[in-house]
């Protein structure tokens, strides 16, 4: 089993920069992708960005120049740099992993989501 913990939502003005963290714990796991949804009300959820253990990166249209992924491999943890933030992008965000698990599995995890509001 593998748990999600993210951080760093909150509020923040139009052409603000926010930075959400999210770290993996467990035992038995590695990691093949992390990375960052988002859902914003009445709207399904959808792909931010996500980092690989290659470091190949891939990222929404919408966000590419504007928000950046990493990750800390030592610590389990990947990030999501977020500037110039827009009304468009308040959201629930979302980290994912997907790992191959202690019986060779590849399973997915979510975190339990953090609130982005980018408001005036």
């Known amino acids: 089993q593998v748990q999600l913990v993210e951080s760093g939502g909150g509020l923040v003005q139009p052409g603000g920069s926010l930075r959400l963290s999210c770290a993996a714990s467990g035992s038995g796991f590695s990691i093949y992708t992390m990375g960052w949804y988002r859902q914003a009300p009445g709207k399904q959820r959808e792909l931010v960005a996500v980092?690989?253990?290659?470091?190949?990166?891939n990222y929404a249209d919408s966000v590419k120049g504007r928000f950046t992924v990493s990750k800390d491999n030592a610590k389990n943890t990947v990030y999501l740099q977020m500037n110039s933030l827009k009304p468009e992008d308040t959201a629930v965000y979302y980290c994912?992993?997907?790992?191959?698990?202690?019986?060779?599995?590849?399973?997915?995890?979510w975190g339990q989501g953090t609130q982005v509001t980018v408001s005036s």
């Open positions: 994912n992993t997907v790992v191959r698990d202690r019986t060779n599995s590849i399973a997915s995890y």
């Open positions: 980092i690989s253990t290659g470091e190949s990166t």
